[in-house]
């Protein structure tokens, strides 16, 4: 079990990671913390001379000494003042960059995970948890701690005058803020232990708003009439975590109040000790006064200086999100190949089976074929039959979990990941629809030229997507979705050939992979966009998903899957003629047309 005071480990990183966003602004904040740390006790002492000058003049009549004290002490306040509004400016804008700072950290580790992880829902967790609060607690920390600072050194100050008083005094001080402290301390740290409990059922309301009130579901939404069950869901989640919030907040509001009233009657206790001291005579009126200030203003730093460490508890419990976050272990390519033994070989798989990460059964099982350049291999078989597992395989998403796939006789794991990656062109089923411009939306297909104009045109053109995009009103700057002002939206036939054209934007992959790539396109267009793909294609390896067989039997070689496993490859021909699954799924397919 973790012990208590390891929670605090993250202080530090906080701190470095403040430094390194902005030294200048990190030095002017504890300049200017200390600086108002001293100033109060240096208010309250003015105080008590001007206080004890005023008695004086009564009875002498001289008035220089009272108005010099009442000078020095608007300069001090005056400096107190200046010093807590420079401190607001430069605590706002390191939090813009702090902020920025922690989300960029976090994107930036998100490109290092492995597709296994966005497939784990644990992993979701973990990332809803780093991002709904961490981005924001290493300043709360880093504040806190400076504000820890700050109150410390009044209150160091606060008891050097109260020491003159009594030795006691100091430790009455203390003393009397412990309590509150106690119960705030014990329910942040069940606060934050109820918050990771329930990272699914917050992910789930995330998800049905982001169902309600997009675009890309407004459509199935309305007309299914789903709206209101949707969002009688939100509010039966909803429901049941304020029940949790209201419970706890209850007990944390009850606690904090009995145990502050014992601070309360402490601090009242003091008061009388030393207003009956100055009734006695013990003290001056003067120095009553900068007495009770003090303890008053002392009492107001140890309750500051307990909360903000209660505080930095609760920010360090936080923060272990963030770290346990960009702390998930990746694995690193090892790979640095970029030139395979045998050059034009094309890919092989050899007795490649693959289990997903947390599943018992193999989605692959000793799957083998050779693609070579300039041909053709469809993949078909019912869904969850192993097609786009394969493809995630051959494009190196993921590794296998035995045997080996080669390119040009070199295992996928040997090469560069940068140089594997730019070999590959590919349009995904589940292709991704970008709120960017036209032409931006092509040019993802090879970030290297992304901004070229001319790539984006020849790549529409292969895609046969130059045909609607010449009709839209800024042509390839065109603002593409409903998201940001002036975006058109696309039907999804149209969309697919935007998905093509991306994928020939990469003209240099001489593996071409197409998965279910003209679902949304009319048989016409299907046609031809395979007619280009062949021609276009030529020297390259084309690796084909579809479930429409007349796309199917352009291929040179079909490979049946069913449960994982190969039952039956061949030319289209070939496999008509052996009368098994693909020659019935073809029949009956054929008759539908009739």
Same mark, same amino acid.
């Given at each position: 079990?973790?012990?208590?005071?390891?929670?605090?480990?993250?202080?530090p990183?906080?701190?470095? /990671?403040?430094?390194?966003?902005?030294?200048?602004? #990190?030095?002017?904040?504890?300049?200017?913390?200390?600086?108002?740390?001293?100033?109060? =006790?240096?208010?309250?002492?003015?105080?008590?001379?001007?206080?004890? =000058?005023?008695?004086?003049?009564m =009875?002498?009549?001289?008035?220089?000494?009272?108005?010099?004290?009442?000078?020095?002490?608007?300069?001090?306040?005056?400096?107190?003042?200046?010093?807590?509004?420079a401190?607001?400016?430069?605590?706002?804008?390191? &939090?813009?960059?702090?902020?920025?700072?922690?989300?960029?950290?976090?994107?930036?580790?998100?490109?290092?995970?492995?597709?296994?992880?966005?497939?784990?829902?644990?992993?979701?967790?973990?990332?809803?948890?780093?991002?709904?609060?961490?981005?924001?607690?290493?300043l709360?920390?880093?504040?806190?701690?400076?504000?820890?600072?700050?109150?410390?050194? %009044?209150?160091? %100050?606060?008891?050097?005058?109260?020491?003159?008083?009594?030795p006691?005094a100091p430790?009455v001080?203390?003393?009397?803020?412990?309590?509150?402290?106690?119960?705030? *301390?014990?329910?942040?740290?069940?606060?934050?232990?109820?918050?990771?409990?329930?990272?699914?059922e917050?992910?789930?309301?995330?998800?049905?708003?982001?169902?309600?009130?997009?675009? *890309?579901?407004?459509?199935e939404?309305? @007309?299914?009439?789903?709206?209101?069950?949707?969002?009688?869901?939100y509010?039966?989640?909803?429901?049941? @975590?304020f029940?949790?919030?209201?419970?706890?907040?209850?007990?944390?509001?009850?606690?904090?109040?009995?145990l502050?009233?014992?601070?309360?009657?402490? #601090?009242?206790?003091?008061?009388?000790?030393?207003a /009956?001291?100055?009734?006695?005579?013990?003290?001056?009126?003067?120095?009553?006064?900068?007495?009770?200030?003090?303890?008053?203003?002392?009492?107001?730093?140890?309750?500051?200086?307990?909360?903000?460490?209660?505080?930095?508890?609760?920010?360090?419990?936080?923060?272990?999100?963030?770290?346990?976050?960009?702390?998930?272990?990746?694995?690193?390519?090892?790979?640095r190949?970029?030139?395979?033994?045998?050059?034009?070989?094309?890919?092989?798989?050899?007795?490649?089976? #693959?289990?997903?990460?947390?599943?018992t059964?193999?989605?692959?099982?000793?799957i083998d074929?050779?693609?070579?350049?300039? $041909?053709?291999?469809?993949?078909v078989?019912?869904?969850g039959?192993?097609k786009?597992?394969?493809?995630?395989?051959?494009?190196?998403?993921?590794?296998?979990?035995?045997?080996?796939i080669?390119l040009d006789?070199?295992?996928?794991?040997?090469?560069?990941?940068?140089?594997?990656?730019?070999?590959?062109?590919?349009?995904?089923?589940?292709?991704? $629809?970008?709120? /960017?411009?036209?032409?931006?939306?092509?040019?993802?297909?090879?970030?290297?030229?992304?901004?070229? =104009?001319?790539?984006?045109?020849?790549?529409?053109?292969?895609?046969?997507?130059?045909?609607?995009?010449?009709?839209?009103?800024?042509?390839?700057?065109?603002?593409?979705g409903?998201?940001?002002?002036?975006?058109?939206?696309?039907?999804?036939?149209?969309?697919?050939?935007?998905?093509?054209?991306?994928?020939?934007? &990469?003209?240099?992959?001489?593996?071409?992979?197409?998965?279910?790539?003209?679902?949304?396109?009319?048989?016409?267009?299907?046609?031809?966009?395979?007619?280009?793909?062949?021609?276009?294609?030529?020297?390259?390896?084309?690796?084909?998903?579809?479930?429409?067989?007349?796309?199917?039997?352009?291929?040179?070689?079909?490979?049946?899957?069913?449960?994982?496993?190969?039952?039956? $490859?061949?030319?289209?021909?070939?496999?008509?003629?052996?009368g098994?699954?693909?020659?019935?799924?073809?029949?009956?397919?054929?008759?539908?047309?009739?």
């Amino acid at each position: 079990m973790q012990r208590w005071w390891a929670v605090f480990r993250y202080g530090p990183r906080a701190l470095a /990671l403040c430094w390194s966003t902005s030294r200048s602004l #990190f030095t002017a904040i504890a300049l200017l913390t200390i600086a108002a740390g001293v100033l109060p =006790a240096a208010a309250a002492y003015t105080g008590q001379l001007i206080i004890d =000058a005023v008695v004086a003049a009564m =009875a002498t009549g001289a008035t220089d000494e009272v108005f010099a004290y009442v000078g020095l002490e608007a300069a001090v306040v005056a400096a107190i003042a200046v010093v807590s509004r420079a401190t607001a400016i430069c605590q706002t804008l390191l &939090r813009a960059r702090m902020g920025h700072r922690v989300n960029v950290m976090i994107l930036e580790k998100a490109l290092t995970l492995d597709l296994a992880h966005f497939e784990d829902s644990e992993f979701y967790d973990k990332l809803t948890r780093a991002r709904m609060e961490a981005s924001s607690r290493p300043l709360g920390l880093v504040m806190r701690t400076f504000g820890l600072l700050q109150n410390s050194l %009044s209150l160091g %100050s606060y008891a050097v005058l109260l020491w003159t008083f009594s030795p006691w005094a100091p430790l009455v001080l203390l003393v009397a803020g412990l309590p509150a402290f106690v119960a705030e *301390t014990r329910f942040s740290g069940e606060a934050f232990r109820m918050m990771r409990r329930r990272s699914p059922e917050r992910r789930k309301q995330l998800y049905l708003e982001h169902v309600i009130a997009t675009d *890309t579901n407004a459509k199935e939404v309305k @007309l299914f009439e789903l709206g209101p069950m949707l969002l009688g869901r939100y509010r039966e989640t909803f429901d049941v @975590l304020f029940d949790e919030d209201r419970r706890l907040t209850i007990r944390r509001g009850v606690w904090g109040t009995l145990l502050g009233l014992v601070g309360t009657a402490l #601090f009242y206790a003091a008061y009388g000790w030393i207003a /009956l001291t100055a009734i006695a005579g013990a003290i001056s009126l003067g120095r009553m006064t900068m007495y009770l200030l003090v303890f008053k203003q002392g009492q107001s730093s140890v309750s500051a200086i307990l909360s903000a460490t209660g505080g930095i508890y609760e920010d360090n419990l936080y923060l272990s999100n963030l770290y346990e976050y960009l702390e998930q272990p990746t694995s690193r390519p090892t790979g640095r190949e970029t030139v395979g033994p045998t050059p034009g070989a094309g890919l092989a798989f050899e007795g490649v089976s #693959f289990t997903y990460p947390g599943a018992t059964e193999p989605a692959l099982h000793d799957i083998d074929f050779v693609l070579r350049p300039g $041909r053709a291999l469809a993949l078909v078989g019912d869904n969850g039959a192993g097609k786009t597992t394969i493809i995630k395989l051959l494009a190196g998403l993921y590794e296998p979990s035995a045997g080996r796939i080669l390119l040009d006789g070199l295992d996928l794991r040997q090469w560069d990941p940068p140089t594997l990656r730019a070999r590959v062109g590919a349009i995904f089923q589940d292709f991704v $629809r970008y709120q /960017l411009l036209v032409g931006e939306n092509i040019g993802a297909g090879d970030v290297d030229r992304f901004g070229d =104009a001319e790539g984006w045109e020849r790549a529409a053109e292969a895609g046969m997507a130059d045909g609607f995009i010449g009709e839209l009103p800024d042509r390839y700057r065109t603002q593409l979705g409903k998201w940001f002002p002036g975006g058109r939206e696309l039907s999804g036939g149209q969309w697919q050939k935007i998905a093509l054209a991306r994928a020939f934007m &990469r003209d240099k992959a001489d593996l071409v992979v197409l998965d279910e790539p003209t679902a949304a396109m009319d048989a016409e267009a299907e046609a031809e966009a395979f007619e280009r793909v062949r021609r276009l294609a030529t020297d390259k390896m084309v690796v084909l998903v579809s479930h429409r067989f007349s796309t199917v039997r352009m291929a040179d070689e079909i490979v049946v899957l069913q449960g994982g496993r190969i039952i039956e $490859r061949g030319s289209h021909v070939a496999l008509l003629e052996q009368g098994g699954r693909y020659a019935r799924l073809f029949t009956l397919q054929a008759e539908a047309y009739r």
